[in-house]
């Protein structure tokens, strides 16, 4: 781990703006990173941390793995600190790679052609600005898939493009939104070749470029994270939603296309070879499965693994059955079931021992799938593990019949996709913009605590809230007017986060909070006007945290609120701490990350019963 050294007292900031520093190293201290990168467009560079940080007078640490921006000129940096620009073989083990190329500080580069081929292919390209096909309306697109300019502003109908301006617009969109992002946040990203990039650039495009670390992508996300080099096709082939026969087979040959670009193959070449594997949703079924092990053929006999090797294959093998409680006696198996129940979503990281939570999630994967073995680990369960994909999990069966607040509400986040924790004792925080506590919508205006904090449970299968309190998930008049932020006031965006960690929030007043730990995307609120629509969107670690609004009244927010999810009073959150404390999951490790559901009321009024 390299060590740089402040020359001079020297800010760290969540974005490219000075004034938004929200830490600092003083002089003569040293900070610990796993890499710094030039920004590449100015003169300020990328860091992130290789632990938790605290900076003097701080009420919490930056976590470990956090980015911040700041001054290289301000600090004594040794070569080995300069992000390495190594090319990797795609199946490579880590163990063998070769050693790496010299430190340098490298080039911005251009984007490499392999980006274009893959994306274009697959959007399709189109000089009239045209609506969106589900909707009817927005948003609007153009060209290879964009529905923004270079200058932020937003596609409309009855614009047109040459096909340069198109080419060159899309270029840029994947550069800097893109490629850009992925660098900053997907580890190892300097020891992948352009080929691997741009495979992950291409599943970016398709599914958000904050796919990595977020709700639903655990499983690409922990074979990045762990540098399982080989395993990344099978991964990328999970996300090809197998439930929807309209896309199943254009999203199969796309994601077996990126394969191929992984492990090497020319884009062109890959193209063609998925359209030749991929023509039904079977086919691509049975890849997934190929490329996950499942349909291979099984390895010539050898004897019995020892307890410390025993794995899933070799549970369904030899037909062995062991208890729940002797799994903890074999690390590799233990170590396999919570890795498969992490993607199932089933348990949340990092995990540690086989013990009591890990034992649940085994448990409600065996209810679901009907495996028929509640307190063993036998072949069926087995097979299930290694052949289920999320996609193929069957949802916990709910009672949501009472038709109250707390049903409406999970519901609402099923139908969105959403996570829902109905685990023994498992919190759901959720906050429901412009809804008053007796579950009433308001006319949400600006600068007011009417937004809706609420911690859902489930009691024998039922939602019940265990807490509501008033809030705000808006920052009010004096940050939108004044924000510390030059690109503007932040507003969270709606949807679902996993994002936050027990910690303490504030220096003048510091209390224990939710503080941010990971990524979330919020609107810039740039042209002060309290609303989302139009804003651009940026994503990055903000102190988007979990407060108290310091007893203020109800109708003026003042300075409590900059951007955070802010409950009005100091006992109102204090019970809401100790409730989301309560979680088992939070008691089995202190470093949970607790997710976390922004939504807006009226939508929620709107949409209909799940059937």
Same mark, same amino acid.
């Given at each position: 781990?390299?060590?740089?050294?402040?020359?001079?007292?020297?800010?760290?900031?969540?974005?490219?703006?000075?004034?938004?520093?929200?830490?600092?190293?003083?002089?003569?201290?040293?900070?610990?990173?796993?890499?710094?990168?030039?920004?590449?467009?100015?003169?300020?560079?990328?860091?992130?941390?290789?632990?938790?940080?605290?900076?003097?007078?701080?009420?919490?640490?930056?976590?470990? $793995? /956090?980015?911040? @921006?700041?001054?290289?000129?301000?600090?004594? =940096?040794?070569?080995?600190?300069?992000? +390495?620009?190594? &090319? *990797?073989?795609?199946?490579?083990?880590?163990?063998?790679?070769?050693?790496?190329?010299?430190?340098?500080?490298?080039?911005?580069?251009?984007?490499?052609?392999?980006?274009?081929?893959?994306?274009?292919?697959?959007?399709?390209?189109?000089?009239?600005?045209?609506?969106?096909?589900?909707?009817?309306?927005?948003?609007?697109?153009?060209?290879?898939?964009?529905?923004?300019?270079?200058?932020?502003?937003?596609?409309?109908?009855?614009?047109?493009?040459?096909?340069?301006?198109?080419?060159?617009?899309?270029?840029?969109?994947?550069?800097?939104?893109?490629?850009?992002?992925?660098?900053?946040?997907?580890?190892?990203?300097?020891?992948?070749?352009?080929?691997?990039?741009?495979?992950?650039?291409?599943?970016?495009?398709?599914? $958000? /470029?904050?796919? @990595?670390?977020?709700?639903?992508?655990?499983? =690409?996300?922990?074979?990045?994270?762990? +540098?399982?080099? &080989? *395993?990344?096709?099978?991964?990328?082939?999970?996300?090809?939603?197998?439930?929807?026969?309209?896309?199943?087979?254009?999203?199969?040959?796309?994601?077996?296309?990126?394969?191929?670009?992984?492990?090497?193959?020319?884009?062109?070449?890959?193209?063609?070879?998925?359209?030749?594997?991929?023509?039904?949703?079977?086919?691509?079924?049975?890849?997934?499965?190929?490329?996950?092990?499942?349909?291979?053929?099984?390895?010539?006999?050898?004897?019995?693994?020892?307890?410390?090797?025993?794995?899933?294959?070799?549970?369904?093998?030899?037909?062995?059955?062991?208890?729940?409680?002797?799994?903890?006696?074999?690390?590799?198996?233990?170590?396999?079931?919570?890795?498969?129940?992490?993607?199932?979503?089933?348990?949340?990281?990092?995990?540690?021992?086989?013990?009591?939570?890990?034992?649940?999630?085994?448990?409600?994967?065996?209810?679901?799938?009907?495996?028929?073995?509640?307190?063993?680990?036998?072949?069926?369960?087995?097979?299930?593990?290694?052949?289920?994909?999320?996609?193929?999990?069957?949802?916990?069966?709910?009672?949501?019949?009472?038709?109250?607040?707390?049903?409406?509400?999970?519901?609402?986040?099923?139908?969105?996709?959403?996570?829902?924790?109905?685990?023994?004792?498992?919190?759901?925080?959720?906050?429901?913009?412009?809804?008053?506590?007796?579950?009433?919508?308001?006319?949400?205006?600006?600068?007011?605590?009417?937004?809706?904090?609420?911690?859902?449970?489930?009691?024998?299968?039922?939602?019940?809230?265990?807490?509501?309190?008033?809030?705000?998930?808006?920052?009010?008049?004096?940050?939108?007017?004044?924000?510390?932020?030059?690109?503007?006031?932040?507003?969270?965006?709606?949807?679902?986060?996993?994002?936050?960690?027990?910690?303490?929030?504030?220096?003048?007043?510091?209390?224990?909070?939710?503080?941010?730990?990971?990524?979330?995307?919020?609107?810039?609120?740039?042209?002060?006007?309290?609303?989302?629509?139009?804003?651009?969107?940026?994503?990055?670690?903000?102190?988007?945290?979990?407060?108290?609004?310091?007893?203020?009244?109800?109708?003026?927010?003042?300075?409590?609120?900059?951007?955070?999810?802010?409950?009005?009073?100091?006992?109102?959150?204090?019970?809401?701490?100790?409730?989301?404390?309560?979680?088992?999951?939070?008691?089995?490790?202190?470093?949970?990350?607790?997710?976390?559901?922004?939504?807006?009321?009226?939508?929620?009024?709107?949409?209909?019963?799940?059937?």
């Amino acid at each position: 781990m390299p060590f740089i050294t402040a020359l001079e007292d020297a800010g760290l900031s969540p974005d490219t703006t000075a004034a938004a520093a929200d830490s600092y190293v003083p002089a003569g201290s040293q900070l610990g990173i796993d890499w710094i990168r030039p920004d590449g467009e100015g003169i300020l560079a990328v860091v992130r941390l290789a632990g938790p940080y605290t900076y003097p007078g701080a009420g919490a640490a930056l976590p470990k $793995g /956090a980015l911040r @921006y700041l001054n290289p000129a301000r600090f004594q =940096i040794p070569d080995d600190a300069w992000w +390495r620009e190594v &090319a *990797a073989p795609a199946t490579a083990n880590p163990a063998a790679s070769p050693s790496p190329a010299p430190a340098s500080k490298p080039a911005s580069g251009r984007l490499p052609p392999e980006v274009a081929t893959l994306t274009r292919h697959y959007e399709g390209c189109r000089l009239e600005a045209y609506p969106d096909p589900r909707t009817g309306g927005e948003p609007i697109t153009i060209g290879w898939g964009n529905t923004f300019y270079e200058d932020g502003s937003r596609v409309r109908l009855g614009d047109r493009l040459t096909q340069a301006e198109a080419d060159a617009l899309h270029d840029h969109i994947v550069h800097q939104h893109f490629w850009k992002r992925q660098a900053a946040r997907i580890p190892f990203w300097a020891e992948m070749d352009d080929r691997q990039r741009a495979a992950l650039c291409s599943f970016a495009y398709n599914l $958000g /470029a904050d796919f @990595y670390g977020s709700e639903g992508f655990d499983t =690409i996300s922990a074979t990045l994270r762990d +540098r399982d080099w &080989a *395993a990344v096709p099978a991964a990328l082939m999970l996300y090809r939603n197998p439930r929807d026969p309209g896309v199943v087979v254009g999203l199969g040959r796309r994601r077996r296309a990126e394969g191929l670009v992984w492990m090497g193959v020319d884009p062109a070449e890959a193209i063609r070879r998925a359209e030749r594997e991929v023509n039904s949703a079977p086919d691509a079924r049975r890849l997934a499965e190929t490329l996950r092990g499942v349909a291979t053929p099984a390895p010539a006999p050898r004897g019995p693994a020892s307890k410390s090797e025993l794995r899933l294959q070799d549970v369904l093998r030899q037909g062995l059955v062991i208890e729940h409680g002797e799994i903890p006696d074999h690390p590799a198996l233990a170590t396999q079931i919570q890795q498969r129940l992490i993607a199932l979503q089933l348990l949340e990281p990092p995990t540690g021992a086989f013990g009591p939570l890990s034992t649940a999630a085994l448990r409600s994967f065996q209810k679901r799938m009907n495996s028929g073995e509640e307190n063993v680990l036998g072949a069926t369960t087995a097979k299930l593990l290694i052949e289920t994909s999320l996609e193929e999990l069957p949802q916990p069966a709910l009672d949501l019949s009472a038709g109250d607040l707390a049903a409406r509400t999970i519901q609402y986040m099923r139908r969105k996709g959403f996570q829902v924790s109905a685990g023994p004792g498992e919190r759901n925080i959720v906050y429901v913009e412009g809804m008053n506590p007796d579950g009433t919508l308001n006319d949400d205006s600006p600068n007011q605590f009417n937004d809706l904090r609420l911690v859902i449970a489930f009691e024998e299968a039922r939602p019940k809230i265990l807490g509501r309190w008033e809030a705000t998930t808006e920052p009010g008049s004096h940050y939108t007017h004044k924000p510390m932020n030059d690109r503007g006031a932040a507003r969270i965006r709606f949807g679902q986060y996993r994002a936050w960690q027990v910690g303490v929030h504030g220096n003048s007043d510091p209390h224990e909070a939710l503080v941010q730990a990971a990524p979330v995307t919020v609107h810039r609120d740039a042209n002060k006007d309290f609303q989302r629509p139009g804003d651009l969107e940026d994503t990055g670690l903000f102190g988007i945290n979990q407060h108290w609004g310091y007893d203020l009244p109800r109708n003026d927010i003042d300075t409590a609120s900059a951007g955070c999810l802010v409950g009005r009073t100091r006992d109102g959150h204090r019970e809401f701490m100790r409730l989301v404390k309560q979680d088992p999951r939070y008691r089995a490790d202190s470093r949970f990350l607790f997710s976390t559901t922004v939504i807006a009321g009226d939508d929620l009024n709107r949409a209909p019963p799940l059937p």
